[in-house]
């Protein structure tokens, strides 16, 4: 896993090489159309669907490969997580997923990297400045994705449409809270 701050503000980096092959090739054989989902609170008229995870699923897979890290990218970011707190959620997002420019409250930490290849790369996430010129455009491409420190002024959203025939599948990762080293 490698992570790197886009500039230097040391508050939104794009984090590389996420998972191993093995995990990522069983990703790619999966059927997540037929996954139980539900909507992402917030996101009731949104193409997407948050899957469920269950004991059974790759999702579960993920999701711990994902927490052996947790040590690690708080080293990377230079900060502490006092408390075991960081779960993630899995978006699919459909044909005609757009997602307008937002602030994500009062989310502390959140990491998303992207799981499959069905997507053009001009469907990443785009983080713009406060005068909304573009920050920092992370390509959708498997196996990477991005951390963001939330805080005031860290608008993005994806600007592009998803076409027919295109699924945009992410990993949401939630940290409940941080401290600066």
């Known amino acids: 896993m490698i992570i790197t701050p886009v500039d230097d503000k040391n508050n939104l980096y794009l984090i590389e090489d996420v998972f191993p092959d093995d995990l990522l090739n069983k990703i790619n054989q999966e059927d997540f159309m037929s996954y139980e989902w539900q909507f992402q609170e917030g996101q009731f008229d949104w193409p997407r669907r948050q899957l469920i995870v269950k004991p059974w699923n790759i999702l579960v897979e ?3 490969h994902l927490n052996k890290f947790r040590q690690y990218i708080a080293d ?38 992207y799981l ?26 498997v196996n990477t994705g991005y951390i963001m420190l ?4 860290q608008f993005h959203g994806v600007p592009t449409t998803l076409n027919d025939g295109e699924l945009r599948m992410s990993s949401y990762t939630y940290f409940g809270s941080y401290e600066h080293k």
């Not at 502490?80 to 409250?105: I, K, N, R, V």
């Not at 939330?150 to 002024?153: F, L, T």
């Open 116 to 141: 499959l290849e069905k997507a053009g790369s001009e469907h990443g996430t785009v983080f713009y400045n406060s005068d909304d010129s573009i920050r920092y455009t992370f390509p959708y491409k």
């Open 76 to 113: 990377s970011l230079n900060v502490h997580f006092p408390e075991y707190d960081c779960w993630s959620a899995f978006w699919l997002d459909l044909p005609t997923f757009t997602c307008p420019t937002h602030l994500d409250g009062d989310l502390p930490i959140a990491m998303q990297v």
């Open 150 to 153: 939330n805080g005031p002024g």
């Open 62 to 64: 993920v999701d711990n």
